[in-house]
């Protein structure tokens, strides 16, 4: 067996959203295949009794767990779910090193581990374990869920497809050869002076406040949640960013190829105005090709929602139907 490795986490409430006295919080690890110990959050509806059914919630890309996936775990202990909001390697509190990088593989595998640290907890039923992604851990939802069989239910809010962006940029208006060439050309010559130097450097977080008043409008709304509502001393895109080439790996490897051969239940949830929305239509669409199991799959779209109101907007989050739709398949 793997030995965790020693992390230094604050034991003080330092998230960006209210303690709720209707449930208990501590900090859990639990360690990937690959030797990283992840730092998580743990939430446990009071008085509860017996075994409960449990989420793993993580994301968007580049925040850390006492940001809004702390925030939904949160809710959903509220509502009788065992919850762990967990740092992905690389970043916050967990394990990893360097530091502040993302892989398709590995970060697949930590929502792998979350349901491994999930399915052996005392209060935990081992059968009715699901998995939440928000933002660009919403497309890496589904990447694990087409894994790993132990998952029942998966809810994806937000969600960015992060392969997708990378090899195409957003909107698709970067789908060349050339123009990946290009961004590869630029990664490499940044491997080179990396190795050179030892330096990984910063690819720079959000914008900061005011945002120019000419930035396209999901630009602000990042700044807004992360340089302002939501900011966060160890997330990423309130700060300095990924490393420099943190996330290349993503331009070379899709992570959405065998979704439509998902059986368990998915709830995709997406704003009607987030300029991501079409990342989360076309999810669905090709998760819905072919699949054997199409009549447990769902796509909600909140009209007039921009991409951060599903972050944060507690009048905006569709928890009663986040709620039933876990109820509903993890039993």
Not at 27 to 47: E, H, M, W
Request: net charge negative; charged share 25%.
């Amino acid at each position: 067996m793997l030995k965790p490795e020693e992390l230094r986490m604050t034991q003080e409430w330092d998230k960006t959203f209210s303690k709720s006295d209707r449930v208990n919080h501590k900090k859990v690890t639990f360690i990937n295949r690959y030797g990283i110990t992840l730092a998580a959050d743990q939430y446990t509806p009071k008085r509860a009794q017996g075994r409960l059914p449990a989420v793993a919630v993580c994301g968007p890309f580049g925040a850390v767990k006492e940001q809004c996936s702390g925030l939904y775990a949160q809710t959903l202990a509220e509502r009788g779910f065992v919850t762990v909001a967990f740092d992905p390697s690389f970043t916050g509190e967990s394990g990893g090193n360097p530091r502040y990088t993302a892989s398709p593989d590995i970060n697949t595998e930590d929502f792998q581990a979350a349901v491994d640290f999930l399915s052996v907890q005392d209060n935990v039923d081992p059968g009715r374990i699901g998995i939440l992604g928000i933002c660009g851990w919403g497309g890496l939802a589904l990447n694990t869920a087409a894994i790993d069989t132990r998952i029942k239910a998966t809810v994806v809010s937000t969600m960015y497809d992060m392969s997708r962006v990378a090899a195409k940029g957003y909107f698709d208006e970067a789908d060349s050869e050339e123009a990946r060439h290009q961004a590869r050309e630029a990664y490499n010559a940044a491997r080179t002076t990396i190795y050179r130097s030892g330096d990984y450097g910063r690819v720079g977080g959000c914008m900061p406040l005011p945002v120019p008043e000419d930035a396209p409008f999901f630009v602000k709304d990042y700044s807004e949640y992360y340089k302002g509502r939501a900011y966060h001393a160890r997330s990423l895109n309130s700060n300095e960013g990924w490393n420099t080439i943190g996330t290349m790996s993503f331009l070379n490897q899709p992570i959405l190829q065998y979704t439509n051969e998902i059986r368990s239940a998915v709830l995709i949830i997406h704003g009607e105005k987030a300029h991501s929305c079409y990342m989360g239509r076309d999810a669905y669409a090709h998760m819905m090709e072919g699949n054997s199991n199409p009549e447990n799959k769902e796509l909600m779209i909140i009209a007039g929602a921009v991409h951060t109101d599903l972050y944060d907007n507690l009048e905006v989050i569709p928890f009663d139907k986040i709620q039933n739709f876990f109820r509903t398949y993890l039993k």
